[in-house]
């Protein structure tokens, strides 16, 4: 019963929002959402990455919905297209860079430099 649940509530959604329908076979596009929306989550003072939600397009952050990256959403899908890849990986990318900014200057300021 609890690998159905498993099922229903973590898998279903990546198939529905195409997330295992990439040509790279692994839901990288999921992957993507999941470690760039933990982030951002985090930059705008929520807590952490819930969910993300492809018929709203947001990233469903406990406290709080932030959108997604604009050409990311479908209709109420996430295509795992290249496009749609490599918006994301963008978005992450630049989420990664603000927070190593971020963490640097926090470091050097609590070092009283």
């Not at 959403?73 to 603000?98: A, F, H, Q």
Request: hydrophobic share 35%; glycine share 8%.
């Amino acid at each position: 019963m609890q690998l159905v649940l498993f099922v229903v509530v973590l898998i279903l959604p990546a198939f529905q929002s195409g997330g295992f329908l990439s040509a790279t076979g692994i839901s990288d596009c999921v992957v993507l959402i999941i470690e760039g929306g933990n982030i951002e989550c985090r930059l705008r003072k929520f807590d952490y990455l819930d969910d993300y939600n492809p018929h709203t397009c947001q990233l469903e952050c406990k406290g709080g919905t932030l959108p997604l990256p604009n050409g990311v959403c479908i209709g109420n899908k996430v295509p795992c297209t290249d496009p749609v890849r490599n918006i994301l990986n963008e978005w992450k990318e630049k989420l990664e860079n603000t927070k190593t900014k971020l963490i640097n200057e926090w470091c050097r300021s609590s070092q009283g430099k």
